[in-house]
């Protein structure tokens, strides 16, 4: 066999090697731009499930200050109302220590589906539960709950089994310790779950200042109302914009 032969043999086998992992590298992108396309949650796609904020369970919540926490669970809720995003509330035996549904989460969504959860402590193993969010025909899941190793994590494993997508919104989930959250998240996003605070969900339900509720004016008043920086960040531009000194 001549050199020239058993050169281009071997070229041959080189391009035969790349040209299949060059394939699967297009491939591997497509989808990666396909998902972040997907993956996108908005106000017709999304339903949140807000999962026993509760007044007694409150009082574990130590991974966040006790009015932060609290501020940050009000903000979630306000982010959904204002996109319109279905919300489902649910409790764990509110008759007991745990307590009540915040007040203030009910006072928002007063005509909102709440299942009082008898004994279950998986949310997802209560019927009721089940059946309303699967009425909602939502296949992505915005939750977030007190405590976030057992009240989110189990229910977050259980909707991942079924082939939701599930969005924990963090900083709306409180638990024992940092540790203990930790623990729990890298269980979750192991298992597919995507962290993300009530910031980014609300800004993602936005998409573009120019657009609704009011041309941007309603987001801009949410987080004026739960994000003090920003409120004087909204201050300082409208005194400008007015020629204050």
Same mark, same amino acid.
């Given at each position: 066999m001549s050199y020239?032969?058993?050169?281009?043999?071997?070229?041959?086998?080189?391009?035969?090697l790349l040209l299949p992992g060059s394939c699967q590298s297009t491939d591997q992108r497509n989808w990666a731009r396909q998902q972040v396309k997907e993956n996108k949650i908005s106000a017709n796609n999304s339903v949140l499930l807000m999962l026993d904020h509760q007044t007694g369970l409150f009082q574990l919540v130590r991974d966040? *200050?006790?009015? &932060?926490?609290?501020?940050?669970?009000?903000?979630?809720?306000?982010?959904?109302?204002? /996109?319109?995003? #279905?919300? %489902?509330?649910?409790? *764990?035996?509110?008759? &007991?220590?745990? @307590?009540?549904?915040? #007040?203030?989460?009910?006072?928002?969504? #007063?005509?909102?589906?709440?299942?009082?959860?008898?004994?279950? %402590?998986?949310?997802?193993?209560?019927?009721?539960?089940?059946?309303?969010?699967?009425?909602? @025909?939502?296949?992505?899941i915005l939750l977030a709950g007190i405590v976030t190793d057992?009240?989110?994590?189990?229910?977050?494993?259980?909707?991942?089994?079924? @082939? /939701?997508?599930? =969005?924990?919104?963090?900083?709306?989930?409180g638990t024992f310790s940092e540790a203990v959250r930790d623990a729990a998240l890298a269980r979750a996003v192991a298992a597919g779950a995507v962290p993300i605070n009530w910031f980014a969900v609300a800004c993602e339900l936005q998409k573009d200042w120019r657009l609704g509720p009011r041309s941007g004016q309603g987001l801009g008043e949410l987080l004026a109302g739960y994000l003090?920086? /920003? @409120?004087?960040?909204?201050? *300082? =531009?409208? *005194?400008?914009?007015?020629g204050a000194v």
């Open positions: 020239k032969v058993r050169f281009v043999l071997c070229l041959a086998a080189v391009l035969a966040y *200050s006790v009015t &932060g926490f609290k501020n940050n669970v009000l903000a979630l809720a306000a982010t959904a109302k204002l /996109y319109g995003v #279905p919300t %489902i509330l649910t409790t *764990s035996l509110p008759q &007991g220590p745990n @307590g009540p549904l915040l #007040p203030e989460i009910r006072e928002m969504f #007063p005509n909102a589906t709440l299942i009082n959860r008898p004994g279950e %402590i998986n949310a997802w193993d209560n019927t009721d539960f089940v059946n309303a969010v699967k009425a909602t @025909g939502r296949k992505k057992v009240c989110v994590l189990f229910p977050t494993l259980s909707l991942l089994a079924e @082939g /939701y997508e599930v =969005y924990i919104v963090t900083d709306a989930s003090p920086e /920003y @409120g004087n960040l909204i201050t *300082s =531009y409208t *005194s400008a914009s007015k």
